[in-house]
Structure formats: C-alpha cells, structure tokens
C-alpha cells in the first residue's frame, strides 16, 4: 500500500489566494482527519470524516476553511482567501476506525506558505 | 477542552543515556497512542495502551498508561542518535487529542 497520499508537498501562494489540498486515504479506511501542525499550537485536528460524511468541524478555525470528501477516495481541504497566518504544515490522516484504537496513518504533509 | 501536556518540551542527549517523556491530561481517555514525527514527514505510530497501569515494550522503549487512564509516560533507554525526532503522545475519545510534544535530540 503506497499509505495516505497528498498533494502538493509544498504550496506558496499569494494572499488572498484559493487553496486546495488534496489527499488519498488509505485503500479501506473509512475514517478521514484534517490536522494543521504549527510550532505554536501544534497538531490541532480540523475536521474529520465517517464514511465520507462529517461528522466534526468543530476545529475548523473560519469560515474560509472547508473540507469535502466526495468518495471514499479523495478528500479536499480548501482555504479561500488565504491569509498568512494559515501558513503551516496541512497532514492528511486515516483510519480503519473513528476512535483511532488502530492507530491514524498519517500523509507527508503539505508545507503551506502564505505571503 | 482537553489538553495533553508533555514535559519536557525539549531534550537534548548524549548517545548512551536514558530519559523519560511524560504526558499528563486531567482527562480519561479509552486509549493513549504515542507517534514519532521526523522532520518533513507525518507522526508514525509507535504504540496504543489501552488498559490503566498497562505497560508496553518496543525494543529500547517503554510505555507506561497511568492507573486511571490519564497520563502515560515513555522511557527510552540507552539513546542512540536514530531516536531523535519529535515524540506526541495521543489520546482517544470519538477522536485523537495530541499532546503538545517532546522535542528529542540525541547526540553522537
């Protein structure tokens, strides 16, 4: 198993900028999560999917944040317009249960860099 | 809102010592998992302790639950350099709850 893809691994963008953060869960996990890791905070959990379906965005900081997952494939997170202070590192995560008993596998991440 | 706090933040070694990492939360979680991170990559799970007062092994180290489910602590013994990286403990509810993290440097 090639385990959770993302992509790009890197993103500058201009503020005021759409972006979009793409991710491929694990072939058979039916659960998804969004972390935004900082050296202030963090890894702070954004949004998580249950069989496509989501079921927490408590984490999600603004209203210019949001998350889809349009099959059990393919997850997007979205962040329009971008502002600087969104930089930091995006990681895609999944597993075979909500609770995470098994364990979350995480992608390599997205580096964000917003300017 | 839970909170794992870890202690120390950061750790800087020589190859051959041992040290302990903590994680304490005034929470009680179902489970504590605790991950690897090295730079320009994602956490990597190390263990899951399920059970209070449970005590795991993985080669070199050791992974302690607390009695009632709401801290833990890992033990590395004999440091070598392939250790360093950032360590995150994590607890369990409906979701993963990390902690803030231990930053380990150990030297050659």
């Known amino acids: 198993d090639a385990g959770v893809i993302q992509s790009p691994r890197h993103e500058v963008t201009e503020m005021g900028q759409e972006v979009t953060l793409r991710c491929k869960p694990i072939?058979?996990?039916?659960?998804l999560f969004w972390y935004r890791q900082t050296m202030m905070r963090g890894l702070e959990l954004l949004i998580y999917f249950n069989n496509n379906v989501p079921i927490d965005d408590s984490g999600m900081p603004e209203d210019r944040f949001s998350a889809k997952m349009p099959n059990a494939s393919f997850s997007t997170l979205k962040i329009q317009p971008s502002e600087p202070r969104d930089s930091a590192v995006y990681f895609c995560a999944s597993s075979s249960s909500g609770q995470g008993v098994e364990g979350y596998t995480f992608g390599s991440g997205t580096r964000l860099t917003v300017v | 809102t839970q909170l794992l706090e870890q202690s120390p933040q950061f750790l800087s070694i020589q190859e051959g010592e041992n040290l302990t990492v903590y994680c304490n939360s005034s929470s009680v979680f179902s489970s504590l998992q605790w991950y690897r991170q090295e730079p320009g990559e994602g956490p990597v799970l190390l263990v899951t302790v399920v059970t209070g007062g449970e005590v795991k092994k993985l080669k070199r180290l050791t992974f302690q639950f607390g009695d009632a489910r709401k801290d833990s602590s890992l033990h590395i013994t004999a440091a070598q350099p392939g250790d360093t990286g950032l360590y995150l403990c994590?607890?369990?509810?409906?979701?993963?709850?990390f902690g803030t993290g231990t930053r380990l440097q150990v030297f050659p």
């Open positions: 994590a607890g369990s509810t409906d979701k993963l709850i």
């Open positions: 072939s058979g996990h039916n659960s």
